[in-house]
């Protein structure tokens, strides 16, 4: 089994910056694609960016594009989400999950297809 866990998240003002990362164990994160999910209260869960483990491809949702970046490091069993520019519409809990289909397709941001989840980290924007 794959256990992930986020760490990072936090209070930030409008327009600041914040780095999540989405640490593994149990298994090498290797093989998996990534993607970083968010969920605001009374809100459906979104998919915000995903990292393929193929080619290392990245997506973004509109929302987040040229503001978030999608990063993984195998040698540390981690991938990261930096975030800039944040919106107080970004507040939400986040969360990291693997896709074990890695091999066989490019990332995606459906969160059905993903097989291991974190926990969540919350991400509060606010002045």
């Known amino acids: 089994q794959l256990q992930l866990v986020e760490s990072g998240g936090g209070l930030v003002q409008p327009g600041g910056s914040l780095r999540l990362s989405c640490v593994g164990s149990?298994?090498?994160?290797?093989?998996?694609?990534l993607g970083w999910f968010r969920q605001a209260p009374g809100k459906e869960r979104e998919g915000i960016a995903c990292?393929?483990?193929?080619?290392?491809?990245?997506y973004y949702a509109d929302s987040v594009k040229g503001r978030f970046t999608i990063s993984r490091d195998n040698a540390k069993n981690a991938g990261y989400l930096q975030m800039n520019s944040l919106k107080p519409e970004d507040a939400a809990a986040y969360y990291c999950?693997?896709?074990?289909?890695?091999?066989?397709?490019?990332?995606?941001?459906?969160?059905?297809?993903?097989?291991?989840w974190g926990q969540g980290t919350q991400v509060t924007v606010s002045s």
């Open positions: 149990g298994l090498p994160m290797d093989y998996y694609s």
């Open positions: 990292i393929s483990y193929r080619d290392g491809s990245t």
């Open positions: 999950a693997a896709d074990s289909a890695g091999p066989y397709r490019q990332c995606v941001m459906t969160d059905y297809e993903y097989d291991y």
